[in-house]
């Protein structure tokens, strides 16, 4: 046998990597059209001479695929067991079947190296879209199907190279944070700096609600308590660990809640039944989530539902129309509350909110 046969099959990332340069410059090398590229003829020969020497060969076929279109449109998603996510799947598939179009979707656990390993995947078959929803490095995958001749769309979390539908976050948050504000005014008797848990600090949504959380209050003269911003992650067990361990050192926590998913609102209801601590009095708790369960446990939370129609609606706006030019698109979420259904009105201040209420 011969032991200088490479034990797997080369691949244009393998030449890349080789090259030193990226997949994208390799594609265009290797099918023809690195001068439009402007790759300069060294590059072009090097890649060339690397790929021989690998036993690269282009494969004809999947390149005659790719000029037919496929009909497949993918998608990752990082959850299932989440109302908000698991609404954007359903709407998805019907949005492609009622175009013609076969969707493949993918649970990537926000992981990731599986979310990289379920694009490539994806791209295997051919897909003619690629929409990356919750994604931790979008602008990856977006450089993959780049490099494979395939669009790509975020929806949820933004990335800087392909089209981005997210829910305007900043203006939601605020919105909230004063609904709150104003019920713990009402039903307590007082305005009290919130105690905001979940999520995690380093996502851009995350982040864009914390900004709103303090613009809220910054709009009620309230100073935000750092040592109360509790960016914990989204799983239920961080959301108790964080509580106990503040309650710990603290003693009595804050009388209402900003709570940054359903998931994280999980741990939060299981640490108050648990821990007794608020055995007094329950807290004020908004949650930017929805789901119609944690909506019948009381008039004490407020929720935020992600419009996930709409957001739907501006993805396949841009698939319909073959691209867009608007790089990032936020969509206002909708309150639910005591007017279910109505949009969040980001421009109202705390008297307006007062009188509303």
């Given at each position: 046998?011969?032991?200088?046969?490479?034990?797997?099959?080369?691949?244009?990332?393998?030449?890349?990597?080789?090259?030193?340069?990226?997949?994208?410059?390799?594609?265009?090398?290797?099918?023809?059209?690195?001068?439009?590229?402007?790759?300069?003829?060294?590059?072009?020969?090097?890649?060339?001479?690397?790929?021989?020497?690998?036993?690269?060969?282009?494969?004809?076929?999947?390149s005659l695929?790719?000029?037919?279109?496929?009909?497949?449109?993918?998608?990752?998603?990082?959850?299932?067991?989440?109302?908000?996510?698991?609404?954007?799947?359903?709407?998805?598939?019907?949005?492609?079947?009622?175009?013609?179009?076969?969707?493949?979707?993918?649970?990537?656990?926000?992981?990731?190296e599986l979310?990289?390993?379920?694009?490539?995947?994806?791209?295997?078959?051919?897909?003619?879209?690629?929409?990356?929803?919750?994604?931790?490095?979008?602008?990856?995958?977006?450089?993959?199907?780049?490099?494979?001749?395939?669009?790509?769309?975020?929806?949820?979390?933004?990335?800087?190279?392909?089209?981005?539908?997210?829910?305007?976050?900043?203006?939601?948050?605020?919105?909230?944070?004063?609904?709150?504000?104003?019920?713990?005014?009402?039903?307590?008797?007082?305005?009290?700096?919130?105690?905001?848990?979940?999520?995690?600090?380093?996502?851009?949504?995350?982040?864009?609600?914390?900004?709103?959380?303090?613009?809220?209050?910054?709009?009620?003269?309230?100073?935000?308590?750092?040592?109360?911003?509790?960016?914990?992650?989204?799983?239920?067990?961080?959301?108790?660990?964080?509580?106990q361990a503040?309650?710990?050192?603290?003693?009595?926590?804050?009388?209402?809640?900003?709570?940054?998913?359903?998931?994280?609102?999980?741990?939060?209801?299981?640490?108050?039944?648990?821990?007794?601590?608020?055995?007094?009095?329950?807290?004020?708790?908004?949650?930017?989530?929805?789901?119609?369960?944690?909506?019948?446990?009381?008039?004490?939370?407020?929720?935020?539902?992600?419009?996930?129609?709409?957001?739907?609606?501006?993805?396949?706006?841009?698939?319909?129309?073959?691209?867009?030019?608007?790089?990032?698109?936020?969509?206002?979420?909708?309150?639910?509350?005591?007017?279910?259904?109505?949009?969040?009105?980001?421009?109202?201040?705390?008297?307006?909110?007062?009188?509303?209420?």
């Amino acid at each position: 046998m011969n032991q200088d046969r490479p034990t797997k099959k080369t691949t244009i990332y393998d030449l890349a990597e080789l090259a030193g340069t990226s997949a994208s410059a390799v594609s265009a090398v290797l099918n023809g059209t690195w001068k439009k590229r402007r790759i300069s003829a060294q590059l072009a020969e090097k890649i060339s001479r690397i790929a021989e020497e690998q036993g690269y060969a282009v494969n004809m076929q999947a390149s005659l695929l790719r000029r037919e279109k496929s009909k497949i449109i993918g998608m990752i998603v990082p959850k299932y067991d989440n109302r908000y996510f698991g609404s954007i799947v359903e709407t998805f598939e019907t949005m492609a079947r009622d175009r013609g179009l076969f969707p493949i979707i993918t649970c990537t656990r926000r992981d990731p190296e599986l979310e990289f390993e379920a694009a490539r995947t994806m791209l295997s078959y051919q897909v003619e879209w690629l929409i990356s929803t919750g994604a931790t490095d979008p602008d990856r995958i977006s450089d993959l199907c780049a490099a494979s001749g395939a669009r790509s769309l975020n929806v949820d979390l933004p990335g800087t190279k392909a089209p981005s539908i997210i829910s305007d976050n900043f203006a939601g948050a605020r919105e909230l944070t004063r609904r709150i504000l104003v019920n713990s005014q009402r039903k307590l008797g007082g305005i009290h700096p919130l105690l905001f848990i979940g999520g995690r600090g380093s996502d851009h949504n995350t982040a864009e609600r914390v900004r709103g959380f303090r613009a809220a209050h910054a709009d009620f003269g309230i100073a935000v308590d750092e040592s109360h911003i509790l960016t914990c992650g989204y799983a239920p067990e961080k959301a108790e660990t964080s509580l106990q361990a503040l309650a710990t050192s603290e003693g009595a926590l804050p009388s209402g809640m900003f709570v940054n998913s359903t998931i994280s609102l999980e741990g939060v209801m299981r640490w108050i039944k648990r821990s007794g601590h608020y055995k007094d009095r329950a807290p004020v708790i908004g949650c930017f989530d929805w789901d119609p369960f944690a909506a019948l446990l009381g008039d004490e939370i407020e929720m935020v539902r992600q419009d996930v129609q709409a957001m739907l609606n501006a993805v396949f706006d841009i698939i319909d129309q073959g691209g867009a030019q608007t790089m990032l698109i936020e969509i206002p979420p909708v309150f639910v509350g005591a007017e279910e259904g109505s949009p969040i009105g980001a421009s109202l201040g705390p008297d307006a909110l007062l009188a509303t209420e």
